[in-house]
């Protein structure tokens, strides 16, 4: 069964402006995930954040994760029309550190 | 360096066919797995690998055989296609199964009639 669930499903914006995706999880995570995934294409890590954690960048991506709300979120700044994409969150827990994906986001950027 | 490549890209098969789907890393990694992927549903787990003949069943696990008799080939058997299987396949490795991203494959695209 799925363990994140994104939030929202779908989101169109402008070149330019910010996009911000959530991802609430139930149980207790080792660490949380984002992927990207371009239409027909495998999925592209793009941040692992570790339960001590509570913010990570890379480059025009923020993370934040709130291990006590069980949320985390995924903050594209800038946003280019080369970032029209999937999202997908995936968390990782138990003993063995199975990665369990959610549904996804669908990110439309219109030039 | 090639990462992690899967064949074949497409298949249609008939019900009650069997295949083998590959998947090869030269990554050195200790971990594999397969994800299945289908619309509305997210990736789902297959099977996993956490090293050469170390296997373990994921979520979705019923009508999928695999095995790990090398570091670099993680091969996925369907034993007697169904239409249910239709779905696009994703191989997966990792440096460990823990705190390590996943590196993917550009995925299996099959079909069930």
């Known amino acids: 069964s799925q363990q994140g669930e994104e939030d929202p499903q779908a989101l169109s914006i402008q070149e330019g402006e910010n996009a911000t995706m959530n991802c609430s999880y139930k149980?207790?995570?080792?660490?949380l995930q984002w992927y990207r995934q371009n239409s027909g294409r495998g999925l592209v890590h793009l941040i692992l954040?570790?339960?001590?954690?509570r913010e990570k960048h890379s480059g025009r991506l923020r993370v934040t994760l709130d291990t006590s709300k069980k949320s985390s979120s995924l903050l594209i700044t800038a946003s280019r029309a080369a970032d029209t994409a999937s999202y997908f969150c995936?968390?990782?827990?138990?003993?063995?550190?199975?990665?369990?994906f959610g549904k996804g986001t669908l990110l439309t950027v219109n030039p | 360096n090639a990462g992690v490549t899967q064949t074949p890209k497409f298949q249609v098969l008939k019900t009650g066919q069997s295949m083998t789907l590959q998947c090869a890393q030269d990554?050195?990694?200790?971990?594999m797995s397969w994800y299945r992927q289908d619309p509305g549903m997210g990736l789902r787990l297959i099977h996993y690998?956490?090293?050469?003949?170390?296997?373990d069943q994921g979520e979705v696990p019923n009508g999928y055989n695999v095995s790990r008799s090398t570091t670099e080939d993680f091969p996925l058997r369907l034993l007697s296609a169904a239409p249910s299987q239709t779905s696009v396949y994703f191989c997966?490795?990792?440096?460990?199964?823990?705190?390590?991203?996943?590196?993917f494959g550009n995925g299996t695209r099959l079909t069930v009639t």
């Open positions: 990554m050195n990694h200790e971990y």
């Open positions: 954040i570790r339960s001590n954690e």
């Open positions: 995936a968390t990782a827990g138990g003993s063995n550190y199975k990665l369990t």
């Open positions: 149980t207790s995570i080792n660490n």
């Open positions: 997966a490795s990792s440096y460990s199964s823990r705190n390590s991203p996943l590196h």
């Open positions: 690998s956490v090293g050469a003949g170390i296997t």
